[in-house]
Nanobody, 121 residues
């Protein structure tokens, strides 16, 4: 599976941004797609996930109510709509696939290259 993340950029606090992650290859093996982020001098943390078949979603408390994850199965693409962005959302955002419902990065098999989101106050 190959993942291509895009959509990052520099925005102001309160702005919105949409990230995309396009999957190719053996996509039938994917159960869920997750978004993670890694800020400066921080560990990689879970942001949100969505299952491919049922569309079940799950969010980290830090983004609940501000971020929305969605998918387009026909395009094998997952989106992360980010709203009310805060400076603490600044990070490199990664998409990754898992074969089960899981929030732990070590249980994700394939990773995209990451896209940088910078939020200034």
């Amino acid at each position: 599976v190959q993942l291509q993340a895009s959509g990052g950029g520099a925005v102001q606090a309160g702005d919105s941004l949409r990230l995309s992650c396009a999957a190719s290859g053996r996509t039938f093996s994917m159960y869920a797609m997750g978004w993670f982020r890694q800020g400066p001098e921080k560990e990689r943390e879970f942001v949100a996930l969505i299952t491919w078949s049922g569309g079940t979603t799950y969010y980290a408390d830090s983004v609940k109510g501000r971020f929305t994850i969605s998918r387009d199965n026909a395009k094998n693409t997952v989106y992360l709509q980010m709203g009310s962005l805060k400076p603490e959302d600044t990070a490199v955002y990664f998409c990754a696939t898992a074969t089960r419902f899981d929030t732990r990065p070590q249980n994700y098999d394939y990773w995209g290259q990451g896209t940088l989101v910078t939020v200034s106050s």
